[in-house]
């Protein structure tokens, strides 16, 4: 009789306590982000050039805008060739900074598909402008001071999530029949970038 009062002692005990218990909803949530956030600094500026196109679009004179900061702009200018460029005030490439990512990220980067330079107001006899072989230089992060390489993406963010890099690519006169010469005014091109994991 003594161990059954013992033990209803311990259920009423147990019991008591549990009608102290409460219960609380709570949310659970996660946020998904895997684009990056890409915010340009400059725009890539080919700077001040006298130019003249090839009238058979043949021969195409180029300009390189190279994306390593202290590299100077190069022109294949020839004397007797029919395509010139001729560099009157230098340029300097376009810079960029990925941040917002996960933090020692390697990062790609696509080149962009649009390649012309037009003036406002072209005509149809009118000569214009080409963009493409696009480079990179990294300039933060773990591999700053490099070249970004599309075989073995290199571009990796720093342990705070973010990474720069400049832009370069190669101008080139017209590779199309024209009877007009280029006029002096702004050429200029909208171009899309893409970086992603």
């Given amino acids: 009789m003594k161990l059954s009062l013992t033990l209803l002692a311990a259920v009423v005990t147990a019991n008591s306590f549990a ?3 409460t219960t609380e909803s709570f949310d659970a949530k996660v946020k998904v982000q895997n684009t990056v956030v890409l915010t340009k ?3 890539l500026d080919f700077g001040t050039i ?3 196109a090839d009238p058979d679009g043949v021969n195409q004179a180029t300009l390189v805008i190279n994306p390593e900061p202290t590299a100077s702009p190069v022109s294949s200018r020839t004397d007797n060739a029919p395509a010139i460029i001729s560099i009157i005030e230098q340029g300097s490439p376009a810079s960029f900074t990925v941040s917002e990512v996960v933090p020692n990220a390697r990062l790609s980067i696509t080149n962009p598909t649009a390649t012309t330079l037009s ?3 072209q005509g149809l006899n009118e000569p214009n402008f080409t963009v493409g072989t696009w480079t990179y230089f990294i300039t933060s992060g773990p591999n700053a001071n490099a070249y970004y390489s599309s075989v073995t993406p290199n571009l ?3 342990g705070d999530g973010s990474v720069s890099f400049n832009i370069g690519a190669t101008l080139s006169t017209a590779s199309t029949t024209s009877s ?3 006029r002096d005014t702004e050429y200029t091109g909208t171009f899309q970038l893409e970086v992603a994991y």
Avoid: F, I, L
Wanted: glycine share 12%; proline share 0%; aromatic share 12%.
């Fill in 19 to 21: 009608t102290y218990a």
């Fill in 41 to 43: 600094g400059n725009d």
């Fill in 50 to 52: 006298r130019a003249v």
């Fill in 119 to 121: 003036s406002n107001g």
């Fill in 156 to 158: 990796t963010a720093d």
């Fill in 180 to 182: 007009e010469a280029y």
